[in-house]
């Protein structure tokens, strides 16, 4: 059964965040779906993940390229699963609904605490999402780590 993870940005922007989390999700040979509400914000995303570290970069498109399907990460606005995505990622208040959740093998949720629009849309998700009856875990950005705070199973 799916998971959702939700991360709640308290010491960290998403773009210093982010990069860490989908090292992981490629370190266990997952695709990811990073799905945003604004193609600008995007685009920063997009240009942040070729150049985020000196020594690194994460291979990845933005939906509407020839080889979205061929793409480890694809950043896109859209619902789509151009690029068969087993985790996707929703950041800037992109909304998911327990139908979707059931085609991932996780869903991430990350917001920005400091953010009240955020925490309370956050705070809706948990809601209607564990109400589901879909597992659920809350992480926080604690001492420079991700904490976990709470946790409801199914």
Known sequence: MAEVYFYHLTSSPLEQALPDLLE???????????RGTDTGRLAKLD????????DNFLAHGMVGGDHDADQPILLTTDAANANNAEILLLTHQAKTDPSEVAKFTRVCLMF????????????????????AGIPAQYWAQENGRWTKKAEKTA
């Open 24 to 34: 992981k999700v490629r370190g266990n040979n997952w695709r990811a779906l990073i």
């Open 47 to 54: 240009q942040h993940l070729w150049q985020y570290r000196d």
């Open 112 to 131: 920005d605490g400091m953010d009240h629009d955020a925490l309370n849309a956050a705070r809706a998700d948990w809601k209607t999402l564990t109400d």
